[in-house]
T-cell receptor, first 114, second 110 residues
Framework: NAGVTQTPKFQVLKTGQSMTLQCAQDMNHNSMYWYRQDPGMGLRLIYYSASEGTTDKGEVPNGYNVSRLNKREFSLRLESAAPSQTSVYFC?????????????FGPGTRLTVT | LAKTTQPISMDSYEGQEVNITCSHNNIATNDYITWYQQFPSQGPRFIIQGYKTKVTNEVASLFIPADRKSSTLSLPRVSLSDTAVYYCLVGNQAGTALIFGKGTTLSVSS
């Protein structure tokens, strides 16, 4: 059981470049999430997917797009990277049932935009 | 959205009980409360979840008063390894409207 995996672990982009962050979970969870965490700050929700085929905006969606490819995979795309998007990106998944809202987090992707 | 407010930092010594309070004045009727722990360079890790009254597991207790406008995470007999950032999260049952607080940095000394 790998849990939540994220690729890549590190990435450096130039302003204007695009890239996709990949996330996969093997726990058969319905809900998946993308957060960003800036230095010394808490986590802010970018997008989430309550179930396969659905996605919704979170607190800070501007500049990002997401795809829930299937139940396992949830990708985050930066179409035109900006220095303000330098951050650590965490993917998470959750069963999101009344018995448990526990989110399982991946190890993070450290992105630097120059 | 239920914003949360926590103390920025707390200090403690090994063996003491630590209580961290989170304020969430705008919590909705069906919102739940969850606490996470985060070490440097790692993703957050779930500690405990609750809706009302008191919940206890093997690592912590969560106290939620009747008005649910705040919650207190209680860590019994902390050790050096409990030094971390602790986040309070309020979310609704649809799995949306997830707001993390800015976290409380707990420093445990010997």
């Amino acid at each position: 059981n790998a849990g939540v995996t994220q690729t890549p672990k590190f990435q450096v982009l130039k302003t204007g470049q695009s890239m996709t962050l990949q996330c996969a979970q093997d726990m058969n969870h319905n809900s998946m999430y993308w957060y960003r965490q800036d230095p010394g700050m808490g986590l802010r929700l970018i997008y989430y997917s309550a179930s396969e085929g659905t996605t919704d905006k979170g607190e800070v969606p501007n500049g990002y797009n997401v795809s829930r490819l299937n139940k396992r995979e949830f990708s985050l795309r930066l179409e035109s990277a900006a220095p303000s998007q330098t951050s650590v990106y965490f993917c998470a998944s959750s069963e999101a049932s009344f018995s448990s809202y526990e989110q399982y987090f991946g190890p993070g992707t450290r992105l630097t935009v120059t | 959205l239920a914003k949360t407010t926590q103390p920025i930092s707390m200090d403690s010594y090994e063996g003491q009980e630590v209580n961290i309070t989170c304020s969430h004045n705008n919590i909705a009727t069906n919102d739940y409360i969850t606490w996470y722990q985060q070490f440097p360079s790692q993703g957050p890790r779930f500690i405990i979840q609750g809706y009302k009254t008191k919940v206890t597991n093997e690592v912590a207790s969560l106290f939620i008063p009747a008005d649910r406008k705040s919650s207190t995470l209680s860590l019994p007999r902390v050790s050096l390894s409990d030094t971390a950032v602790y986040y309070c999260l309020v979310g609704n049952q649809a799995g949306t409207a997830l707001i993390f607080g800015k976290g409380t940095t707990l420093s445990v000394s010997s």
